[in-house]
């Protein structure tokens, strides 16, 4: 079955602190796509990142980094230097070959940062 | 290039009615998804369209159906609307079909009285 835990609920920071959200996920699969998107008070979702499961590299891109690390079904996002305009909803997301563009999403962690 | 848009972006429906959403894709995106999202339930999978084919279904009730036109259009109908169906119902259209990045419409928020 598949499933994605954002263990963290709400996370607050002050502006240029760092911040890490946690991703854990369960797919029976060997060949599967991990995603997170930003949700900013407008609604919007705002795609960040699409990985599949045989890359294992961190990517980093400007202030964001990923980190996926497939022992430990983990797909953490890590914000460097956080500003304001970081404050939204972030969504961790899985989606497995065959199944089309579904995703199954985490519950969400709010982020607020605050200046 | 446009986004993909939804209308309407607010409704208020009595219970018992029924509601068409509609979406239009990012152009040249032929794969059109839904999703429903509510503080209790979060975002969940409704359907997905490409080239007007339903391609997967979620685990919601027949009262949700969606269709694709051939220009990749998509709308989504509710009919004998519950007052649990109130949410942000969430479009988002992709290039391709299979675990693709998809990119999501502003949403219509549907508050059901």
Same mark, same amino acid.
């Given at each position: %079955?598949?499933?994605?835990?954002?263990?963290?609920?709400?996370?607050?920071?002050?502006?240029? =602190?760092?911040?890490?959200?946690?991703?854990?996920?369960?797919?029976?699969?060997?060949?599967?796509?991990?995603?997170?998107?930003?949700?900013?008070?407008s609604? =919007?979702?705002?795609?960040?990142?699409?990985?599949?499961?045989?890359? =294992?590299?961190? =990517?980093?891109?400007? @202030?964001y980094?990923?980190?996926?690390?497939?022992?430990?079904?983990?797909?953490?996002?890590?914000?460097? %230097?956080?500003?304001?305009?970081?404050?939204?909803?972030?969504?961790? %997301?899985?989606?497995?070959?065959?199944?089309?563009?579904?995703l199954?999403?985490? %519950?969400?962690?709010?982020? @607020?940062?605050?200046? | 290039?446009?986004?993909?848009?939804?209308?309407?972006?607010?409704? *208020?429906?009595?219970?018992?009615?029924q509601?068409?959403?509609?979406?239009?894709? *990012?152009? &040249?995106?032929?794969?059109?998804?839904?999703?429903?999202?509510?503080?209790?339930?979060?975002?969940?999978?409704?359907? +997905?369209?490409?080239? +007007?084919?339903?391609?997967?279904?979620?685990?919601?009730?027949?009262?949700?159906?969606?269709?694709?036109?051939?220009?990749?259009?998509? +709308?989504?109908?509710?009919?004998?609307?519950?007052? &649990? /169906?109130?949410?942000?119902?969430?479009?988002?259209?992709?290039?391709?079909? /299979?675990?693709? +990045?998809?990119?999501?419409?502003? &949403?219509?928020?549907?508050?059901?009285?």
């Amino acid at each position: %079955a598949q499933k994605v835990t954002q263990a963290q609920t709400e996370i607050s920071v002050v502006e240029k =602190e760092d911040v890490t959200l946690d991703c854990v996920y369960e797919t029976r699969d060997t060949t599967y796509y991990l995603f997170w998107y930003k949700q900013p008070p407008s609604g =919007e979702l705002v795609f960040l990142i699409r990985r599949n499961s045989f890359d =294992e590299q961190n =990517e980093i891109s400007g @202030r964001y980094s990923w980190n996926f690390q497939k022992s430990t079904s983990s797909f953490n996002f890590t914000i460097t %230097a956080s500003q304001v305009v970081d404050s939204a909803v972030y969504f961790c %997301a899985l989606s497995e070959v065959g199944y089309g563009n579904k995703l199954v999403f985490g %519950a969400g962690t709010i982020l @607020r940062v605050k200046s | 290039k446009a986004g993909v848009t939804q209308t309407p972006r607010y409704l *208020i429906k009595t219970r018992g009615q029924q509601v068409t959403l509609s979406c239009s894709p *990012i152009s &040249g995106h032929r794969s059109v998804s839904w999703y429903q999202q509510t503080p209790g339930q979060g975002l969940q999978f409704l359907f +997905e369209y490409f080239s +007007e084919t339903q391609r997967n279904k979620g685990n919601f009730p027949g009262r949700f159906s969606g269709r694709q036109f051939s220009n990749s259009r998509s +709308e989504m109908n509710v009919s004998t609307l519950e007052l &649990g /169906d109130s949410a942000l119902y969430l479009c988002a259209s992709s290039l391709k079909q /299979d675990s693709y +990045e998809q990119y999501f419409g502003p &949403g219509t928020r549907l508050t059901v009285t």
